[in-house]
């Protein structure tokens, strides 16, 4: 009897950190079930030859990564964007400074390299996705979920539900206490102790990695369903809501902490999601 042959995957790293490679690599499950054929960081090949699911990390940062993802997609039949950096662009989209190109493309010694493009762009500007897996970066187990896709399998609405830390009514700070400031009690909500944290508008699935050992939720897992769809007024109004039932922190000391450089990267990713210029991403393509 011939065994089965297992799905062929690749990994496309585009402009990024490969923080999502190494989380990848630190799942088991898919090793005997999946064909890695195509993965720069661990497997040498010059070019993604056709497999059955690509992941995509980083983002289009030049016209290199352009090119590389068209052809890339091509060959796949599933397609997955990976990470903070393929669906918004990341860490790189904050330094779409026009002074800080042009110093770059003025050293002679470097117009060899790639073309810079104007912006760093999530890839889903360019080509269709199958599934968006967001996180910075997602959790072994997401990466499982996205590969294998088990039936069983079902992600937390918020971050607030795998958190497990308690929201008391008679605990209601008057000011934030500032990032990574002061000593946070271990069963008690961030939010009661003065803690700018979003988990109860983030989506939930990465075992609250961040808020179970006390550090706030910044969003890097996104939008929740509720949010996914909504211009970024609806959910900041909701994270607002949140404040004032567990906080006594004045509107004017939340709004300019949740605009600040803090949780900009993140937060204002929610956006991506309802569409700017193109239609809003399903929640049924989010995982």
Not at 24 to 39: H, K, R, T
Not at 234 to 241: M, Y
Not at 263 to 281: E, M, N
């Amino acid at each position: 009897m011939t065994a089965k042959t297992p799905p062929k995957f690749a990994v496309l790293q585009l402009s990024g950190c490969a923080g999502c490679e190494v989380s990848l690599l630190n799942a088991s499950e898919w090793v005997e079930q999946f064909d890695l054929v195509y993965m720069p960081l661990v497997v040498s090949a010059y070019d993604v030859p056709e497999v059955d699911v690509l992941l995509i990390s980083g983002g289009v940062r030049s016209d290199e990564d352009l090119h590389n993802l068209r052809r890339a997609v091509k060959r796949a039949k599933k397609v997955v964007a990976v990470g903070t950096c393929a669906i918004s662009g990341g860490v790189a989209n904050l330094g779409n400074r026009d002074e800080v190109r042009e110093l770059f493309m003025s050293q002679t010694q470097r117009r060899d390299l790639p073309r810079l493009l104007p912006k760093s762009q999530p890839v889903d500007d360019f080509v269709e996705v199958s599934l968006f897996l967001p996180g910075c970066p997602p959790t072994p187990e997401l990466f499982m979920a996205a590969l294998l896709e088990p039936p069983d399998f079902s992600a937390s609405m918020i971050v607030c539900q795998e958190c497990g830390r308690k929201k008391l009514k008679d605990m209601k700070p008057k000011h934030l206490t500032g990032f990574q400031r002061g000593e946070v009690l271990p069963e008690i909500c961030l939010i009661n102790q003065g803690y700018l944290c979003v988990g109860s508008s983030t989506r939930g699935g990465c075992r609250a990695l961040c808020t179970r050992p006390g550090h706030p939720c910044v969003g890097c897992r996104g939008p929740s369903d509720v949010l996914i769809e909504k211009d970024s007024q609806v959910w900041l109004t909701s994270i607002q809501r949140v404040f004032e039932a567990l906080t006594e922190i004045p509107q004017d000391e939340l709004c300019e902490a949740l605009v600040s450089p803090q949780l900009a990267l993140f937060l204002f990713q929610f956006s991506d999601y309802a569409g700017q210029g193109k239609p809003p991403r399903p929640k049924e393509k989010v995982l």
